[in-house]
Nanobody
Framework: VQIVESGGGLVQPGGSLTLSCVAS????????MRWYRQAPEKGRELVAR????????DLADSVKGRFTVSRDNAKNTVTLQMNSLKPEDTAVYYC??????????????WGQGTQVTVSS
């Protein structure tokens, strides 16, 4: 099982980044996918989630109107498009797969995280 995030980096306030999460070693389409973030000295925060078919998508209030989440089950990929970035978006962003079917309920996998820094 492997989850690999990419796309993080340093961006100026108001800029954009696209985070990608590529999964392998499990049945991607049987898992709800989530993006979390953790800023220094803060707890992990749920940023976005998308169900197994992409029909239900939720975003944290702090990112609504700026971030969008999508998935491509054919490519085992979930994407977080981040626009109008703010310094408070600075954090390590983690991708999480959470089992959503009878066969996968209770299973959860995490990536290693990708750093996003918003600074001028």
């Amino acid at each position: 099982v492997q989850i690999v995030e990419s796309g993080g980096g340093l961006v100026q306030p108001g800029g954009s980044l696209t985070l990608s999460c590529v999964a392998s070693g499990f049945t991607f389409s049987s898992y709800n996918m989530r993006w979390y973030r953790q800023a220094p000295e803060k707890g992990r925060e749920l940023v976005a989630r998308i169900d197994i078919v992409g029909g239900t998508r939720d975003l944290a209030d702090s990112v609504k109107g700026r971030f969008t989440v999508s998935r491509d089950n054919a490519k085992n990929t979930v994407t977080l498009q981040m626009n109008s970035l703010k310094p408070e978006d600075t954090a390590v962003y983690y991708c999480n797969a959470d089992g959503a079917t009878m066969a996968t309920m209770g299973l959860s996998y995490w990536g290693q995280g990708t750093q996003v820094t918003v600074s001028s």
